[in-house]
């Protein structure tokens, strides 16, 4: 396609693919092992094609449906255009087309709120379910984005009215699911739906959620799975638990339990972007751009705390203390916080620099933070008291990230001018410095201590992850192009050899058996 692919339907022997999008041919079949075009003659679209349906039967055909209002009918192979039709969706956008499973019939839907089901053999119009109030009392009152067959004589489909339905072709009547509680939101418009190979049914909002709709309870879906939406900006790890947290530039945070499925934070929820987040001792913490600092329990994902800001958090700005998880710390553009389960305990102001990032030790009795004119400096914990700043080194450029090794012996620091330096908190002592862990091509944005307090994983603007060891200054494992299309914005080890990574792709990925450098 010249310009987009806004459909794709596999054909019955999983060799051949039906596309349809926006180009010089708006439809096409193609040869799934070469890519070649299988049909040279699918035209007839004045205006995108916005879904395509392949026969799984023989005689095989695909019908295709697009803004020009019509569906046309395509027999193959090699699929010709054979018919089109233009009357029943007349000046309104064709949006989903879908074959019934026995092939003898296929519906269309529309954004004039329209259900059409047509004959398969000849393409005659055996049903029009329109809008509510027009032929049958129960339409949908907006535009139809999907349909998928429940049955041959049961069809699935989800509207703009933030509903989904389904109808008995034969007779006309529907049955009317109830997708959002209560008052809906521009976000619960039902934008796509499924009936999987089981039966199962799924409705697509707009918001992002999947629903999972229940045949026996219409009224409320059995199952919402959520996840972010849009390009993630911040995640965090808890090894204890197997828990994850991950928020993105919407504002969305999403708490992902072992089990793989997430549940979204409510409460009173930011509308700007998450810059940075943290979990641990069972509670999450999210601090996002309209400058607070918001937490809750994960078990529920429900904001209980928050605490205003007086300036923006920063994107590694926020951290829980691995000994005492009631514990966290947090910087933002005016200074520094001492948080306990989510209330602030005490602020410092930074003086005239700004802190980038900040860490708290292993055993909670330091928090280290960097500023902005390259220094680096700790803060002394004693209770609920933080004591003055004490200039601890000097980074090579402006700190982007920091983080203590588990064991609190060293701590390893990744800046704009892509380098990564390593000291011994002990002594002073530079373990990794003057240019040897800079491989990176751009900014170093997060970074994390593998358990084992060996080795180091980094993340940059330049989408690769580093592997490095601090037994040596220049072994080390690349992972180049780790996230497309920007940032690697956090890593976490999972285990020794398991590595978690997010990016800017909306993206968490999961790396098994990952290559550790050896000295």
Avoid at 60 to 85: C, N, W, Y
Avoid at 306 to 315: D, M
Avoid at 442 to 452: E, I, K, Y
């Amino acid at each position: 396609m010249g310009k987009c692919v806004t459909d794709i339907a596999w054909g019955p022997d999983s060799k051949r693919i039906g596309v349809a999008g926006d180009g010089g041919q708006r439809a096409r079949c193609i040869l799934a092992l070469s890519g070649s075009d299988q049909s040279p003659d699918m035209s007839g679209h004045i205006k995108e094609c916005l879904s395509i349906a392949y026969k799984q039967q023989k005689p095989l055909m695909m019908v295709t449906g697009g803004e020009d209002a019509q569906t046309i009918r395509h027999k193959g192979p090699p699929f010709r255009r054979e018919s089109s039709e233009k009357k029943v969706h007349r000046g309104a956008y064709i949006n989903c087309i879908r074959f019934s499973p026995d092939g003898s019939k296929y519906c269309s839907v529309g954004s004039d709120k329209k259900v059409a089901v047509y004959n398969t053999e000849d393409g005659a119009v055996l049903k029009t379910l329109k809008g509510k109030g027009i032929t049958c009392k129960g339409g949908h009152a907006g535009g139809v984005y999907g349909c998928s067959w429940v049955s041959d004589t049961e069809v699935l489909t989800c509207s703009a009215d933030k509903t989904a339905r389904v109808w008995n072709v034969e007779d006309g009547t529907s049955v009317k699911y109830t997708i959002a509680a209560g008052k809906p939101t521009l976000k619960d418009m039902q934008v796509a739906c499924h009936v999987s190979s089981t039966g199962q049914m799924f409705s697509l909002s707009l918001g992002g959620a999947l629903n999972v709709l229940d045949a026996s309870n219409p009224d409320a879906v059995s199952r919402t799975i959520y996840a972010n939406n849009a390009d993630l900006s911040s995640m965090a790890y808890d090894r204890a638990t197997q828990s994850l947290v991950s928020g993105d530039h919407s504002g969305m945070v999403a708490c992902w339990a072992p089990n793989a499925f997430a549940v979204a934070a409510s409460g009173n929820i930011a509308e700007k972007m998450n810059a940075a987040v943290a979990i641990g001792g069972g509670r999450f913490y999210a601090a996002s751009w309209d400058n607070v600092v918001r937490s809750g329990l994960f078990e529920t994902g429900v904001y209980d705390t928050q605490v205003a800001l007086g300036g923006q958090p920063k994107q590694n700005g926020l951290r829980i203390c691995a000994s005492n998880t009631s514990l966290a710390v947090i910087v933002s553009s005016d200074g520094i916080r001492l948080l306990r389960d989510g209330a602030e305990i005490c602020f410092k102001e930074a003086g005239n620099w700004k802190p980038t990032c900040c860490d708290i030790s292993p055993d909670g009795s330091t928090v280290v933070v960097c500023l902005d004119n390259k220094n680096i400096c700790t803060l002394a914990v004693d209770g609920d008291a933080l004591g003055e700043l004490v200039q601890l080194y000097t980074a090579p450029a402006v700190p982007t990230c920091i983080a203590y090794s588990p064991d609190g012996q060293h701590i390893a620091v990744g800046d704009k001018g892509r380098e990564v330096q390593v000291w011994n908190v002990t002594d002073g002592a530079k373990i990794i410095s003057g240019g040897h862990w800079k491989s990176h091509n751009s900014t170093v944005t997060c970074l994390a201590w593998n358990p084992n307090n060996t080795h180091v994983a980094t993340g940059s603007m330049d989408q690769g992850i580093y592997i490095w060891t601090i037994l040596s200054k220049r072994k080390k494992e690349h992972m180049p192009l780790a996230h497309m299309y920007g940032p690697v914005v956090s890593v976490a080890w999972k285990d020794e050899n398991t590595l978690i990574s997010a990016g800017s792709d909306t993206v968490i990925k999961t790396w098994d058996n990952v290559k550790l450098p050896v000295a």
